[in-house]
């Protein structure tokens, strides 16, 4: 039982360094589209 809580625990983790990676991942694009690559 323990093992699935923190095995749960590890996945959310993992979820919210995942949506910050991709949230800034979208802002760098987005700035580098912003900023014309010609």
């Known amino acids: 039982m323990r093992h699935n809580s923190l095995n749960a625990l ?9 949506f910050f990676c991709f949230r800034w991942f979208v802002v760098n694009v987005q ?3 912003m900023r014309g690559y010609s």
């Open 10 to 18: 590890v996945s959310q983790e993992y979820e919210t360094i995942f």
């Open 31 to 33: 700035n580098t589209s």
